[in-house]
């Protein structure tokens, strides 16, 4: 899985390279390109080179294909090739399909990776019709250029990749609920997860039958609801405290409640924005710094740490607080193992951002903040910045590049390494406890 993505990414650079990837009067070298394709296929958006102006409309179908390729997911991709040429998968494939689209069971792979691409086709198709026909009525844009400015910008938001094909990204429409209402949709439909939203399909089918599904939801969508629901208030919330009289002074109260609102979503690893990051408030920065860093679901399109790592670790603080013997969640209990591993990733997490953030303080004449949230923004695939990414030296992008592999990567190999790993003593240590705290 480590492998495909990098090779992808290393052929996307490749491509993007070929002259007629670019504008006239514009020559790509190689970290340009790199960066660029590892920031479409990671599904992050950071930019080195202003996309709209220097890349040509076959360059940005490129990164169109990158990102589609990243949302999809390379496991994913071989499988629907192997289904297509040979109308099977084997084992290995399934093996392999089913850590990336955390399915249960080797027996449903076939139809989960069938329904993950018929449900993101379905998704991207109306969310680019939406965007189009508003691009066409409502800002008079030929019917060619609308469907393709509706197309790019769904499959981006889907796949929460937060590429635009605007010099601003989306400050210019940052009061048009008809552009920011389906790019939102879109964010959290792909950033919620896809078995989440099979889970959500299944029980809406059963209730339009008129059957009540015997089936309880499962213990990860209801964290996965529950805690995303806590960011989507949370986030607009912390953008109205914050920014009322800064970034939102200048929109009336509706229009601030929408501005309010796609800021404080997109940093769920969407990267789209409205304003210019690089005028809020430091409170704001590092509020995103954080929602940054939890991401979305898992199984989905967004990065981070994942929403259910973050929700276990609160249960896990309120059971030791409480001096619980388990940690309970939802009425069921929470094996050990599984703490163990969200600890791991959260702390593995913090250290791949704070390593970076060092190397770049000592090395650039940046601030704290706009630094930590420059490397939080690459690590969580999120795309968001405050404009310094093209101002960083050639080897602070390489820097972030490798941040925007291991952020698409890195959790997915990392949790499967640690499920799949079982070793096991024939014998057992002496106890002692150490002081904590």
Request: aromatic share 10%.
């Amino acid at each position: 899985m480590a492998a495909g993505f990098a090779l992808a990414m290393v052929v996307g650079a490749g491509v993007l390279m070929i002259p007629a990837a670019t504008m006239p009067g514009y020559d790509t070298d190689f970290l340009q390109a790199l960066f660029t394709s590892t920031s479409a296929v990671s599904l992050t958006g950071l930019i080195v080179v202003d996309t709209p102006v220097y890349w040509s409309g076959f360059g940005q179908g490129v990164i169109l294909g990158l990102i589609q390729i990243g949302g999809f997911g390379i496991m994913t991709i071989a499988s629907l090739v192997g289904l297509v040429l040979a109308d099977r998968i084997g084992l290995r494939g399934r093996l392999n399909a089913a850590a990336e689209v955390r399915t249960s069971g080797l027996g449903d792979v076939r139809s989960v990776i069938v329904g993950v691409l018929r449900t993101s086709l379905i998704i991207e198709s109306v969310i680019a019709l939406c965007l189009a026909a508003r691009f066409f009525v409502g800002y008079d844009e030929p019917l060619g250029r609308s469907l393709w400015l509706g197309v790019f910008h769904s499959v981006s938001a889907f796949n929460n990749a937060g590429f635009a094909l605007f010099s601003d990204n989306m400050i210019g429409f940052a009061t048009d609920p008809w552009i920011c209402v389906p790019l939102l949709i879109a964010v959290v439909s792909g950033g919620i997860g896809f078995p989440v939203l099979f889970e959500i399909a299944r029980h809406v089918r059963s209730r339009t039958r008129g059957v009540r599904s015997r089936k309880r939801w499962s213990l990860h969508t209801r964290m996965t609801l529950s805690a995303t629901g806590v960011l989507l208030v949370l986030g607009p919330t912390v953008v109205l405290l914050f920014e009322w009289s800064r970034t939102l002074g200048g929109f009336g109260f509706w229009d601030k409640m929408l501005v309010a609102t796609f800021q404080g979503i997109m940093p769920r690893t969407a990267g789209f924005n409205s304003v210019d990051y690089a005028d809020v408030d430091n409170a704001t920065l590092l509020i995103t710094d954080v929602l940054m860093f939890i991401g979305g679901g898992s199984g989905g399109t967004a990065g981070g740490i994942k929403v259910t790592t973050f929700a276990l670790l609160l249960f896990v603080i309120v059971a030791e607080i409480r001096g619980d013997r388990e940690v309970a969640v939802f009425g069921r209990r929470i094996d050990a193992r599984v703490q163990r591993q969200a600890l791991t990733v959260a702390l593995i997490g913090v250290a791949l951002v704070l390593a970076p953030v060092v190397a770049l303080l000592a090395g650039t004449n940046f601030d704290l903040d706009v630094l930590l949230f420059e490397v939080v923004s690459a690590f969580a695939t999120v795309g968001l910045s405050t404009g310094i990414t093209a101002q960083l030296p050639g080897w602070g992008q390489v820097v972030l590049i490798v941040l925007m592999y291991l952020g698409r990567v890195g959790s997915i190999t990392l949790v499967s390494a640690l499920a799949a790993r079982d070793r096991g003593r024939r014998y057992t240590l002496p106890t002692e406890r150490p002081f904590i705290g």
